[in-house]
């Protein structure tokens, strides 16, 4: 990823400037906007009506032209409706629900894609992200619908649980890795499996599956143990998402500032040269897969105690912990990068919900515009092919800087 | 980031033999040693009284019929369990005498604790073996696939994640091109072509810009997903006769050898898309290891450098041998559509991709043994689905749950500190 390269020195003022004007910022700019043109091409290319007029393209061109226009910005309009702000609502708090909504469906995004990060900066891939919200999740939910406890400390047991369940589950595939050298992204996917079953499994017995009921789904959470609005009622945004914005702190925190943050670095840039400088490679290995399996279990707590209240089955992750991944990526593996994308993320979801209802338009075409805003971003050298922009005129020599662009 | 998908223990593999021979593994009679207490514990101690039938017979009337075979469950379970002790303590001799644990051991040993477990879950029941093997080979066809490609991106030094988008490409390609055509010909090259667009954007990315392999592999599999999912939910739902009724591949029997009991059944009365798996596992194998494209191949996964200094171009082999892997993992892909059910259903591989990827692994980026283990988790899942009928004293899930514990004994223990290719994931960038 980039940014690790950046081993000499340099003021962050300094980097911030070089970035903007090797054109960091506006390649990400414009690999959104690539991706948006694609998404558009195929919301047309699979719209009836646009099919339609296509068939008489060369009678009466601008029938399609308009149907393309049509379905393009109706489907983009809505997904700006329901994501970011509805323009349509007659009042302010009618229309920020939809902002709301998003950062609520960035919070376990951004949870699990801060511990992927973790693992990505120490050069582990934590795939198993699934797996350690299962087991978060299932960890949170228990305590909060089992145990009574008081309003205010069942909600902390219940998250700690959560979080302790999400840590044991990576924290198994760290050791195994530094035990055995077992290869974590095979480890961590097959733990995902394990992870499920043990789910379904506990769904069909007392210990998780409501009394009374048929179907492999647990009671509902105390309210004690609720992750509560912040805001109050009409501002729906849970207290989750405060969670969120200070882990990503921590995050932030732990990698630039702490002395953990420094071995993990160094074990993810040169393994071999973190141990020639006397850091115990296994043993951060361990301590990074342990973290980043905290993190996902904060997902997995967010799910059941903030997202899906009444009761979960096996699906609650939601396809979180590989999404996660991607907002990860599109976050370059900073906690702050992280958090952006996270909310970006949120930002599509809650639209595309919005643009299903309203234009029909399938949800899965946020999750093509979503991994190709990521294919574009991982690589500057096509963004500015296709648009001719200059490489990176940081360097002197032409020839130079093209390898080291390319290097990236 | 590009020194990630190396283990810690790849970072010395000159010392590796000489390190086998100081250094005593215990990990081999351990783990054989947990499993043998397994085995006690279930056979033994939770032994069951009854008989299991073991039945040889076959679908395939031509077929020549054995007898069935009834073995007594407590008997068995404490052969089995004798058996079990006696080979994890030969393993621990072993090991004392610094004898490396050959494969061969293990694998009878695992035979050995299989054909035990059979006869303790299916007391009181007929197991059809015939059945169970076939049902086996039909679930392991797209891994071997998958697996094999994986093997030939590895050795040629790309690190190939996207072998489930890979798979989904061709399984929805496949599907609608032979709906369309109604040619089953074409359908299996549009499932190749699948694969090979997905392997050329892996390619162009890992390869040409240098982006880190997984990280692209796995937004391919997130793209393959999202689209193949949009273009079903969007297009296909609403035109299922036309575009995802496409024709299916009949068995062919091969004459006289279809006859052989279990054997015939099982690998000679296939569909076209098996007996061209057959070829390719073979083909995979001799030019890997003995002819001059799978000397370049492998030159330019272990150490591109070389293989650029006597004159190997590494950039155009990378390319062009993920390109390959792609159109040998898309026809696994078809395999989905037109080998099995016919029509698309959204994500229809269902993580298949990632047990291959395992499977390349397991398998130490051999093909032989990529595709050995390949049909062990093809076995595994398909034991699960046929005990489950049976009725089994084991909760479903934990049977389910089972092959990929397994796998997870096997890459720590058995595997261990692998080394891979060991120029894979990292991109070349010639100075």
Redesign the interface.
């Known amino acids: 990823?980039t940014g690790?390269e950046n081993t000499a020195p340099e003021s962050r003022s300094a980097r911030v400037l070089r970035e903007i004007a090797s054109g960091g910022v506006a390649l990400t700019v414009l690999s959104v906007i690539l991706a948006f043109v694609i998404g558009g091409i195929?919301i047309a290319a699979?719209d009836p009506t646009v099919q339609q007029t296509a068939g008489y393209f060369f009678a009466r061109p601008t029938d399609m032209l308009s149907a393309v226009w049509q379905s393009v910005s109706g489907a983009y309009a809505s997904l700006f409706r329901g994501g970011v702000y509805d323009f349509t609502a007659p009042d302010f708090q009618g229309g920020i629900v939809s902002l709301l909504s998003s950062l609520n469906y960035a919070t376990p995004l951004i949870a699990a894609g801060l511990g992927i990060a973790i693992g990505?900066r120490t050069?582990?891939?934590n795939?198993g992200g699934q797996g350690q919200m299962l087991i978060g999740a299932t960890a949170a939910g228990w305590v909060g619908f089992a145990l009574p406890l008081p309003a205010g400390i069942h909600l902390i047991v219940a998250i700690i649980a959560g979080l302790l369940g999400g840590m044991v589950w990576a924290g198994i595939v760290g050791l195994?890795?530094a035990?055995?050298?077992?290869?974590e992204?095979?480890?961590t996917?097959?733990?995902n499996?394990?992870a499920l079953?043990?789910l379904?499994?506990l769904l069909?017995t007392p210990v998780l599956r409501a009394p009374g009921s048929q179907n492999p789904q647990t009671p509902a959470e105390k309210p004690t143990a609720l992750l509560f609005s912040v805001f109050g009622p009409n501002y729906d945004l849970s207290f989750g998402f405060v969670l969120v914005v200070a882990a990503t702190i921590g995050c932030w925190w732990l990698l630039s500032r702490s002395s953990l943050g420094f071995k993990l670095r160094a074990v993810?840039e040169?393994?071999?040269a973190a141990r020639v400088a006397g850091i115990n490679?296994?043993r951060t290995?361990v301590y990074a897969m342990a973290l980043s399996g905290l993190l996902v279990g904060l997902a997995g707590v967010y799910q059941v105690l903030g997202q899906n209240t009444t009761g979960f089955g096996s699906d609650i992750d939601a396809g979180i912990g590989?999404?996660a991944?991607?907002v990860t990526?599109l976050g370059r593996s900073r906690p702050w990068g992280v958090f952006a994308a996270g909310i970006v993320f949120g930002i599509l979801q809650a639209g595309s919900n919005t643009m299903q209802v309203a234009q029909g338009?399938?949800i899965?075409?946020?999750?093509?515009i979503?991994?190709?805003i990521?294919?574009f971003i991982?690589?500057p050298?096509?963004v500015r092919a296709i648009f001719r922009l200059p490489a990176p005129g940081s360097r002197p020599r032409a020839a130079r800087s093209k390898?080291v662009a390319?290097?990236? | 980031?590009t020194?990630?998908?190396t283990?810690?223990?790849a970072?010395a593999p000159a010392v590796h033999t000489d390190a086998q021979l100081l250094e005593r593994s215990w990990?081999v009679p351990i783990g054989l040693g947990v499993f043998a207490l397994v085995a006690i514990i279930l056979f033994v101690v939770l032994g069951r009284d009854g008989q299991s039938v073991f039945s040889f017979t076959a679908s395939n009337a031509n077929a020549v019929q054995l007898p069935t075979l009834p073995l007594g469950a407590r008997a068995t379970g404490i052969v089995v369990s004798v058996i079990a002790v006696l080979m994890a303590a030969g393993a621990a001799v072993l090991v004392q005498r610094r004898v490396h644990v050959p494969l061969w051991y293990v694998a009878i040993y695992t035979l050995t604790l299989v054909i035990g477990f059979l006869v303790w879950t299916t007391t009181g029941n007929t197991l059809h073996i015939t059945g169970l093997l076939v049902g086996s080979l039909a679930l392991s066809a797209p891994l071997i696939f998958g697996a094999l490609g994986g093997v030939i991106s590895e050795r040629v030094g790309v690190t190939n994640?996207a072998i489930e988008g890979q798979l989904l490409a061709g399984a929805f390609v496949s599907a609608v091109t032979a709906s369309v055509t109604g040619s089953l010909v074409a359908g299996v090259i549009a499932a190749m072509v699948a694969g090979v667009l997905v392997s050329f954007?892996l390619g162009?990315?890992a390869v040409?810009?240098?982006?880190?392999q997984?990280?692209?592999g796995?937004?391919?599999n997130?793209?393959v997903?999202?689209?193949t999912?949009?273009?079903y939910?969007?297009?296909l739902v609403n035109n299922q006769t036309t575009l995802n009724t496409p024709p299916r591949f009949h068995n062919i029997d091969i004459p006289l050898l279809s006859q052989i009991p279990v054997i015939g059944p099982l690998l000679f009365s296939q569909t076209v898309i098996v007996y061209l798996m057959y070829i390719a596992v073979i083909a995979i194998f001799v030019g890997l290891f003995r002819t001059r494209w799978g000397l370049r191949l492998r030159a330019v996964g272990e150490h591109p450098q070389a293989a650029d200094t006597v004159g190997i171009n590494v950039a155009r082999t990378r390319f062009w041998n993920v390109a390959l892997a792609g159109a040998i993992v898309g026809l696994g892909g078809a395999y989905f559509t037109l080998g099995s059910v016919g029509p698309f259903s959204q994500n229809m591989t269902n993580?298949n991709g990632?047990i291959a990827?395992?499977a390349v692994?397991?398998g130490r980026w051999d093909p032989i043994r990529a595709t050995l283990a390949a049909l062990l988790f093809g076995f595994a899942s398909n034991l699960q689905s046929v005990i489950s009928i049976l009725g089994s004293p084991v909760?479903n899930?934990?049977l389910?749950?089972l092959p990929?514990?397994v796998?997870?004994f096997a890459?720590?223990?058995v595997?261990?500190?692998?080394r891979g290719p060991a120029a894979a994931g990292r991109?070349y960038?010639k100075s």
């Open positions: 990823m690790s195929l699979t990505f050069g582990v891939f795939i195994l890795k035990r055995t050298g077992a290869h992204v095979i480890v996917i097959m733990m499996y394990i079953y043990l379904q499994f069909h993810g040169n393994p071999r490679v296994n290995i590989f999404n991944i991607t990526l338009v399938d899965d075409i946020v999750t093509v979503q991994s190709i990521v294919l991982a690589a050298p096509l390898k390319e290097a990236k | 980031m020194t990630a998908t283990s810690p223990g970072t990990k994640v954007v162009a990315f040409k810009y240098a982006v880190n997984v990280i692209v796995i937004v391919l997130v793209l997903l999202g689209l999912t949009f273009l939910q969007t297009v993580g990632f990827l395992a692994i397991f909760p899930d934990f389910l749950m990929y514990v796998t997870i890459v720590a223990g595997v261990g500190r692998v991109p960038v």
